[in-house]
């Protein structure tokens, strides 16, 4: 069994904005959870057999021929405290437009049908809240690190232009199995 993560990843621009702020985490406070994971937004976790790989990219491939480009504005940091998966404070990136990314999500749920894990990813519709980890950091650091981000809070407008497949075995960062571009507009 394999835990497959499907997930969108931005232009270049954004993605060095992001590398920037994790390795200044990193400085500050040494290696914390989620700091080697590469900048995206995570929308389904799935548990299955490598033989069923092959399904898996063709059902993303044909969802990524049909999905534009999608145009997102940062709203700012936020913090998931006392994440229940890593018992830490996880901080990230919100979006003030993310009714785009709820729908591409949607689209992805027909993996689904693929997954065995009993553990079922259980951040769907309403529960999801779709943002970029920086990291999960223990609480005593976190609000030094958290003030040091705000000075340096990225905003703005980017791109999000590629839908990606990762093999994950938590903690290791996850390891690209294939990118899709998306549709230019």
């Known amino acids: 069994m394999r835990v497959y993560v499907i997930a969108l990843e931005f232009e270049r621009k954004l993605n060095e904005l992001i590398y920037e ?9 040494g290696n914390q959870i989620y700091l080697n994971h590469p900048p995206h937004i995570t929308l389904y ?9 092959i399904e898996i990219k063709k059902r ?8 534009k480009i999608i145009n997102i504005k940062i709203k700012g940091l936020g913090i998931f405290k006392n994440d229940s998966k890593t018992k830490c404070d996880t901080v990230f990136y919100e979006f003030m437009n993310d009714d785009e990314l709820i729908k ?3 689209e992805i749920v027909i993996l689904s049908d693929l997954d065995q894990s009993t553990e079922k990813f259980n951040f769907i519709g309403g529960e999801w ?13 976190l609000e030094y690190i958290y003030k040091k981000l705000k000075n340096k ?4 407008d980017f791109i999000i232009d590629k839908l990606v497949i ?12 294939k990118k899709f571009r998306l549709k230019n507009a």
């Open 153 to 156: 809070e990225i905003n703005g």
């Open 104 to 106: 591409i999500q949607k």
């Open 166 to 177: 990762y093999s994950y075995k938590y903690p290791s960062p996850p390891r690209i199995i």
């Open 21 to 29: 702020q994790k390795k200044e985490i990193e400085f500050i406070a």
């Open 60 to 67: 993303v491939k044909k969802i990524s021929e049909y999905i």
């Open 45 to 53: 976790v799935l548990s299955s057999n490598q033989s069923d790989l």
């Open 129 to 141: 809240h779709p943002h970029i980890t920086l990291a999960s950091i223990q609480e005593d650091k």
